[in-house]
């Protein structure tokens, strides 16, 4: 055990033990079990920046040689706010290196016209499983198209 550990064990002892002591019925013996595992929790918690859970915390007290099982892992885990951080990985939706034609810019972003049927603009939008639906493979999606004409404030939905 590190003398950080040790020195951290010592501090947190008298808050933990008198926490667990009345929100609960348990002896001096299991109070103290429990101290030395949540210590543990705790320390394996910090290393592995939140990542673990309930059954991997089990498992690698388990390596370490602390007999918890896992009702008290997640038992103890739970009433210190010991929680499993969820990452997810960033999904790319774009492909910017494909050989497909890319249309010219010409209005390059400036959408204001002097009069009408100059300058058009088009949006598209898919959502998943909306009321009216159009079969398309495996998942129901709803295409709204709207068509506007830059100088009036109109648009067409289609």
Request: include cysteine.
């Amino acid at each position: 055990m590190s003398l950080w550990f040790s020195r951290w064990v010592r501090n947190q002892f008298c808050k933990d033990a008198v926490r667990i002591a009345l929100t609960s019925g348990l002896t001096r013996k299991q109070v103290a079990s429990d101290l030395v595992t949540l210590a543990h929790i705790k320390e394996q918690s910090r290393l592995r920046l939140g990542s673990y859970g309930q059954p991997r915390m089990t498992e690698k007290l388990k390596q370490i040689g602390l007999n918890a099982g896992h009702r008290r892992v997640g038992r103890l885990m739970r009433q210190n706010g010991i929680s499993a951080v969820r990452t997810r990985k960033h999904k790319v939706t774009t492909d910017s290196n494909h050989k497909f034609n890319v249309a010219p810019n010409l209005l390059d972003r400036d959408f204001t016209a002097d009069g009408p049927n100059q300058k058009w603009a088009l949006h598209s939008t898919h959502r998943p499983r909306a009321a009216f639906t159009i079969p398309a493979g495996e998942a129901n999606t709803v295409l709204t198209i709207i068509r506007s004409d830059c100088a009036s404030t109109a648009s067409v939905s289609q």
